[in-house]
């Protein structure tokens, strides 16, 4: 009997290598996984349009976790997805957040379960763009459509260098409101209190019916460490930061460091550890 059903893996510099795909022996071991019944869940910080593109070039149609968690959706069925779960943003928050980054001058751009919205497109939509493959929707009357909506996330698309400095100034502001996180070198995303991967995960087990103690996960970042803690076998990319390294060793005995996403990492854990 399998240890584990369900294997949850992020995608950006964990399952993607540096330009952005997948490898053939990541295609291949993930193939095989899928031969011996297990389900292959993409958990992502991307928008459900961005995780299917993978989803469609691995042959794997299994539920996603997509936004950081803020949505669930279910298998892929005749070209459409069912939402499962989705927790948007309050609508204070949005409010207070545009208002904050129109007078800082900052890129804002607006995530709903179908669509991206931003003001205009400059240096750092093309950055979300060429790191994500995502489409916009440039509205230049952003500011009326989204006040008073509750749109799943919201990130801040800066220059890498003030990043820390905006993540902590977000932070300090709306910390203890709404989940603060920093993912990609340039990002600031804003989800809903309560919206990790890990709460994503705990959900959909519960959806498939499937112990948490039976999911392995696999991440890089501070986004993936909700997912990380609540999973049976916990798997970090070389590639993440000493900082998650340190944070996650001293917590758990058990966690296994993968090689890095430049190195077929993903594979080698399935490939060590779950085919026989």
């Known amino acids: 009997m399998l240890k584990y059903k369900l294997l949850a893996i992020d995608l950006d510099k964990t399952l993607l290598n540096n ?25 992502s910080g991307r928008e459900v349009e961005t995780i299917d593109r993978f989803s469609d070039e691995l042959d794997i149609y299994d539920p996603i976790i997509a936004c950081v968690g803020a949505i669930v ?4 069925q005749h070209g459409k997805r069912e939402l499962l779960y989705h927790k948007p943003l309050p609508v204070g928050i949005v409010d207070e957040v545009m208002e904050f980054t129109k007078a800082m001058g900052w890129c804002l751009t607006v995530h709903y379960p179908d669509k991206i919205l ?19 929707t440039f509205v230049s009357d ?4 989204i006040s008073g909506s509750q749109p799943t996330k919201l990130i801040i698309v800066v220059d890498a260098d003030i990043r820390e ?19 990609n070198p340039e990002y600031v995303e804003v989800n809903a209190k309560g919206v990790d991967k890990g709460v994503a995960l705990i959900e959909l087990c519960r959806i498939l019916d499937i112990p948490i103690s039976q999911t392995m996960a696999f991440g890089d970042n501070y ?6 803690t609540v ?12 900082d998650i390294k340190s944070e996650l060793k001293e917590k758990f005995s058990d966690l296994i460091i993968a090689p890095s996403n430049e190195d077929d990492g993903v594979a080698y854990i399935i490939e060590s550890l779950l085919i026989d």
């Open 19 to 43: 330009e952005h795909r997948v490898s053939k022996r990541n295609y291949l071991a993930l193939k095989k996984c899928k031969e011996m019944g297990l389900y292959v869940i993409l958990a």
């Open 73 to 76: 959706c279910g298998e892929k």
């Open 118 to 136: 931003a003001l205009k497109q400059d240096k750092y939509t093309d950055i979300y763009h060429n790191q994500t493959g995502a489409t916009f």
């Open 142 to 145: 952003l500011y009326e459509i």
């Open 165 to 183: 400095d905006v993540y902590q100034q977000f932070l300090k502001k709306w910390g203890d409101k709404a989940n603060i996180t920093k993912t």
């Open 223 to 228: 986004s993936d460490l909700p997912m990380l």
């Open 231 to 242: 999973s049976g076998g916990k798997i970090l990319m070389d590639n993440a930061s000493d």
